[in-house]
């Protein structure tokens, strides 16, 4: 089975940016944390991260036919891209998205979410956490 994790903008930046709401640690943490939990899983992963709208639409285009399963932190592009929903609705691979803080307790334009109308899921503010939960929840959906 095979998961793929992407993270949107400003993720990479993780340690840096704003440590009291995303914490102190690292994105290179965090790609170690969710590396540890496909192992956990039991499940092939593959680690995404970009800035970029449209290189987020190709690499969920990318993954059709090729993979199981999809948790994607869409950062800022949570509130403002219907391209991203409408890739992840192209493919039809399951998805969870994931938040490292609880968007509903912060400014009113987080708590909408176009990317969620095409997630079986939504984590939120449970920091590296949530990832975990979200290829837990994609492996034990494998058929067999
Ligand atoms: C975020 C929440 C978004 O509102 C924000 O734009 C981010 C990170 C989170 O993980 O909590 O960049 O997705």
């Known amino acids: ?17 704003e440590p009291d709401v995303y914490g102190a640690k690292t994105y290179q943490e965090l ?11 039991g499940v092939e992963g593959q680690i995404y991260q970009s800035n970029h709208e ?3 639409i ?10 199981d399963g999809i948790v994607i932190n869409p950062a800022a592009y949570t ?5 991203i929903l409408d890739a992840l609705k192209a ?8 938040h490292l803080s609880d968007v509903d307790s912060r400014e009113d334009f987080r708590k909408m979410s176009y990317v969620s109308l095409a997630a079986e899921r939504v984590i939120k503010g449970k920091g590296f956490e949530g990832y975990r939960e979200a290829i837990l929840y994609l492996a034990s ?3 067999d």
Do not use: C, W
């Open 141 to 143: 959906k494998r058929a």
């Open 31 to 41: 790609t170690e944390f969710i590396e540890a939990a496909f192992l956990e899983a």
């Open 1 to 17: 089975m095979k998961i793929l994790v992407i993270n949107g903008p400003n993720i990479n930046m993780l340690g840096i940016r």
């Open 58 to 67: 190709d690499r969920i285009q990318q993954a059709y036919g090729d993979t």
């Open 79 to 83: 509130h403002t891209s219907i391209a």
């Open 54 to 56: 449209g290189d987020i």
């Open 91 to 98: 493919v039809g691979i399951p998805a969870v998205e994931v």
